[in-house]
Each structure stands twice: as structure tokens, then as C-alpha cells.
């Protein structure tokens, strides 16, 4: 049977290597550049679910074709949350990621409690119905940076029963943990359970 096309909706190249890397052997997909779609897309919402659909909608409007997209936060428990569905513009616009680890390592100056978890949500559209499952990484805050690998909040991310932040981990061990890693998983068993599972098998 021939693969279905299915489309990942993201400009972020740190997410598609992640993405790419999960989905090895398992789906093969198309990213943005491969079918030419260059437009930014407004994540105006207050959630992380309505963020991942707009990417899904922008895209599946230009080329018909089942997309699936991912919107993620850093929520930390002394902040109430914060930055959250904001992660990206902590710091204000254009979003900066130095200047967002200054800030929210500022915010916890002193603080005891450094608890935080990221959550990664996927909207997936096959052209009739959105789906949408998430994963989570629990961990907490450093209370300065390490490491060079990874992107974004990781070189101040601990995750949850390690002592190095995801900067300090190869790609490999990242991805055996990560938020995102999770939220995959789920797509896929969500795919396996999909009637037209086999259109997007590898
Ligand atoms: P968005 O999903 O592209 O809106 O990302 C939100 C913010 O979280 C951005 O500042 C990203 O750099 C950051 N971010 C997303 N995923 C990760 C991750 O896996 N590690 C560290 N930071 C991340």
C-alpha cells in the first residue's frame, strides 16, 4: 500500500531533529520546507491544544494533507505556572532564549521550591477529526545553566531522577525521558489505533 503523506507543522529546526529522530523507522513525514511552506504561524491562544491546532490549521489550509503539529510549555510550580503557553516570549518579542533563562532564573533567585515540569501537546488532523495527546517531564529548575547540547529552557532543566540538566545529555538520553519523547509515544499509539493506520506506517 502506498504511504500517505502526513505533514510536520513546525519552523523550529531544534523540533524537527527531535521529531525526526523519534519517528525513526516508525513514520516517515514530510517537514515545512519540503513542501515549501515558509509563512509564519500567529500562536495567539491562551493553551497549549489551540497553539498546536492553528500550526495544523495554517498548514492543512495550504496543502490538504493530514498534519500533525506540537505546541510546549515549562510550567514551574513557584512561578504558578509560569511562563507556560508564554515559554517562548518570557522575555518579550522576538523570543530569545538567553533572555528567557535570565528572567526565570531571576524569578527563582532564592527560591526553595524550584519544581517544573514541561508538557508537550500534538494536534493531529487526518482531514476529518483533530486528535490531540500530550506527554510530560517532571524535574526542576537549576539554579544556574550547564551544557550545550538540546535548545531553548535545557540547559537550567533537571529532569525528574537525574542529576544532569538536558544540555548536559546526548540527544539519545534526552529523548528516552523528554516530554516530547512522550507525547510521540502517544501519537503513535494513537496511529496504530486509527483505521488508516497502515497509510502512514513505515
Ligand atoms: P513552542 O512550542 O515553540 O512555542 O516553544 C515554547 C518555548 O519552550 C520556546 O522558548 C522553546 O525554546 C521552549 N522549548 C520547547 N521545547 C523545549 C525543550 O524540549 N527543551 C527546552 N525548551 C523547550
Known amino acids: 500500500m502506498t504511504q500517505q503523506a502526513i505533514v510536520f507543522s513546525t519552523h523550529s529546526a531544534h523540533k524537527l531533529a527531535e521529531v525526526q529522530a523519534l519517528l525513526r523507522g516508525k513514520i ?21 491544544e489551540e497553539n498546536a491546532k492553528a500550526k495544523v490549521e495554517a498548514v492543512y489550509a495550504a496543502v490538504n494533507k493530514p498534519v500533525f503539529a506540537e505546541d510546549t510549555g515549562l ?17 518579550g518579542e522576538p523570543s530569545d532564549p538567553e533572555a528567557n533563562i535570565t528572567k526565570l532564573l531571576q524569578e527563582l533567585e532564592g527560591a526553595n521550591n524550584r519544581k517544573a515540569y514541561f508538557k508537550t501537546v500534538i494536534c493531529f488532523f487526518d482531514g476529518t477529526t483533530f486528535h490531540f495527546v500530550e506527554g510530560i517531564c517532571n524535574g526542576t529548575i537549576a539554579p544556574q545553566r550547564s551544557g550545550t547540547q538540546g535548545f531553548g529552557y535545557d540547559p537550567v532543566f533537571i529532569p525528574e531522577g537525574n542529576t544532569l540538566s538536558f544540555a548536559e545529555m546526548v540527544s539519545e538520553d534526552k529523548n528516552k525521558v523528554s516530554h ?3 507525547a510521540f509515544q502517544h501519537f503513535m499509539m494513537l496511529l496504530e489505533q486509527s483505521p488508516s493506520n497502515e497509510l502512514y506506517a513505515h
Open 28 to 48: 516517515n513525514f514530510l517537514s515545512l520546507s519540503d513542501i515549501g511552506f515558509h509563512q509564519e504561524i500567529p500562536e495567539p491562544y491562551e493553551t497549549l
Open 75 to 91: 510550567f514551574v510550580e513557584a512561578l504558578g505556572g509560569k511562563p507556560g503557553v508564554y515559554s517562548a516570549r518570557y522575555a
Open 180 to 182: 516530547r519523547a512522550k
